[in-house]
């Protein structure tokens, strides 16, 4: 027996999330999202309005070979048009062509839009919701009426938006939703229409809002304690404007704080890969700050806080971050505490019990290089490799000897390139040099330091960066400011953070990506292989082009940049291999950003 208080999920990522300017689903996404989404266990994934475009029409022949466990497809169009028989309509003809269970039909329930959008008479409308859902009941399984703009025509002709509901029920529709459509109304409203809709109709109830008031979660819930059974919207709360009611939040309210049942109980902690898989596959960015699934939904900086939630999670956090599949999160901060400092170093898996000396100076080190601009709340890899450098735990992979970096440009109408000539001493001992060309001098430098590394440690092959941030820290200091480079680096199973700080973006972008494939490494718990050729044979016999007299390489229009660079004749920098000086002491140097 179903539970009485079961909230049907309705979810229409596929088409109105469809609306928001900066998304675009391919019919891949769709489906994928599609499968997720029910997986998830949503009730109705509305796949599109195949009346609109071919990709929509194309949704609905491809989903039935996907095999659904539980939602069931609807297809979206809008009540017939006026002066014909609903039989005689072209939109409607492509619902009943789509063939799938459920159809959900927009139709006016707002006086003001029948007199000026569609200029009727507002007895002629009433005709055209009856005979359109009288229609579809006739062809179609389950029949679902989204009454547009329904709580502005409820303020402000009651009388006839219930009627359009009326004529809606008499037809045989099986779901009545409500809609916010302009997303301006407030909770207190809602819930005076939905209860007054309720009091008036036999039909189950829906609620559909968009947020242009940022109350759209707020708003469903008020509909759904008034009486509505199915809930409309959108994962991540993609939509046109400001978005449409954002499923992911709604659903986690009302299954964790209101006792409702919207999904099975397992599936809440999918909440949270369900909503980054639709940015990723929207090309979005996540929003850090989204409630209950954000990266920062959890996390923990004022060392207060943290203290707290070391003796009990409750006093810093309404939810177990787990019951939606996030995580707890703490960052580090100049206004964190020792209590910061033991909760890295349990959440890092050191062994050892730090004694309050080793404390105080992790945090004077801490305060130390955010006093320089370091930040390690993107960069939790950095402060790892901070931590166990300060600890005298770090194992060296290599050693830094020198580089250097040129940029070239040739002509006013081609792009530059840069090459990069790196030497590192290898954990062999042996001195190895490389070179690499790159598009700009950073992807230069990347592409020579995991040419020397990859014959030691094959794994790093498997490591891309996948974000670079540069952010200027001095005001006004022009182009002689400090510069935070942000680095997030991923190997297919984990994604890390790393930062850099100096004058020079060369060098900041450098510590940032230093730190990068350390940590790869000490994750990995690395051990060299020994090369099958000496690093610095590699790199002499890969498709160098020299011009021959000592000044760079030759590259013809078009080449690739990245493909392997030159020798230029002169022999490496003669400097011992030294240990990696301490951060941050070479940011009063000049330099440009
Ligand atoms: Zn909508």
């Known amino acids: 027996m179903a539970p009485t208080n079961k909230i049907q999920i309705y979810d229409t990522t596929l088409r ?3 609306q928001s300017e ?73 619902i009943l062509r789509a063939n799938t269970p459920v159809a959900c039909v927009v139709g006016k329930t707002w006086d003001m839009h029948v007199r000026e959008a569609l200029r009727i008479p507002l007895e002629e409308n009433l005709e055209i919701l009856h005979d359109t859902i009288a229609y579809l009941k006739k062809h179609v399984d389950e029949v679902i009426f989204d009454a547009e703009h329904f709580f502005d025509g409820y303020c402000l002709n009651r ?45 189950s109830l829906g609620i559909h809002c968009h947020n242009d008031s940022e109350v759209a979660v707020a708003n469903t ?15 991540n709360g993609f939509g046109e404007r400001c978005g449409n009611a954002n499923l992911v939040s709604i659903i986690a309210n009302l299954q964790l704080k209101l006792g409702y049942n919207c999904v099975p109980a397992g599936r809440l902690k999918m909440l949270q890969e369900t909503s980054m898989l639709v940015y990723e596959l929207a090309n979005v960015a996540p929003n850090p700050r989204q ?41 580090l901060s100049e206004l964190s505490g020792r209590a910061n400092i033991l909760y890295k170093t349990r959440e890092f898996g050191l062994d050892t019990e730090l004694n309050k000396q080793q404390v105080e100076a992790l945090l004077d080190e801490l305060k130390r290089l955010e006093g320089l601009g370091y930040t390690f709340d993107g960069a ?27 940029d070239d440009k040739w002509h006013e109408d081609q792009a530059p390139f840069s090459e990069a000539v790196l030497v590192l001493e290898g954990p062999d001992g042996q001195r190895t040099r490389t070179s690499a060309i790159g598009n700009g001098p950073v992807n230069a430098l990347d592409s020579a330091l995991r040419r020397a590394l990859t014959p030691y440690y094959p794994d790093l092959a498997t490591m891309q960066l996948v974000d670079y941030k540069v952010r200027v820290l001095d005001n006004g200091a022009g182009t002689g400011a400090r510069v935070r480079v942000l680095i997030e680096s991923t190997d297919g199973s984990r994604r890390w953070g790393t930062v850099g ?3 020079n973006v060369v060098e900041a972008s450098w510590q940032a990506l230093l730190d990068s494939v350390e940590f790869k490494l000490h994750k990995d718990k690395a051990k060299p292989r020994k090369p099958g050729r000496s690093v610095r044979d590699y790199t002499r016999t890969n498709g160098i082009v020299t011009d021959g007299k000592g000044s760079g390489m030759r590259r013809s229009h078009g080449e690739t940049p990245g493909s392997d660079g030159a020798a230029d ?19 009063n140097s000049s330099g440009q950003a």
């Open 569 to 587: 004749g002169r022999k490496p920098a003669a400097q011992p291999a030294k240990p990696r000086p301490r951060r941050g002491l070479e940011t």
């Open 16 to 18: 109105d999330g469809c």
């Open 380 to 406: 939790d890899a950095s402060f790892e490799l901070l931590m166990l450098r300060t600890l005298g735990l770090a194992t060296d992979h290599f050693n830094f000897v020198s580089f250097r970096v040129f």
């Open 159 to 203: 009388e006839y938006a219930l009627s359009c509901l009326k004529s809606v029920e008499d037809a045989g529709a099986d779901l009545i939703c409500l809609c916010d459509t302009n997303g301006g109304r407030l909770p207190h409203e809602v819930e005076a229409a939905v209860r007054a809709a309720r009091q008036t109709l036999q039909a």
């Open 501 to 503: 700080v100096s004058a």
């Open 22 to 94: 900066d998304v675009s689903l391919t019919l891949e996404d769709k489906l994928e999202i599609a499968r997720r989404l029910d997986a998830l266990g949503v009730d109705y994934i509305e796949g599109g309005w195949p009346g609109s475009n071919e990709r929509d029409a194309a949704f609905f022949t491809q989903i039935k070979r996907v095999k659904l466990h539980h939602a069931r497809i609807a297809a979206f169009g809008a009540t017939r048009r006026a002066g014909i028989k609903a039989s005689a309509d072209h939109n409607l003809s492509l």
């Open 221 to 235: 819930i008020a509909g759904v304690r008034s009486g509505a059974v199915q809930i409309q919207g959108t994962i």
């Open 291 to 331: 409630a209950y699934v954000g990266r920062s939904a959890f996390t923990h900086k004022a060392g207060l806080h943290v203290s707290g939630i070391r003796r009990n999670v409750k006093t810093y956090e309404h939810i177990d971050p787990a019951a939606v599949g996030n995580d707890r999160r703490v960052v």
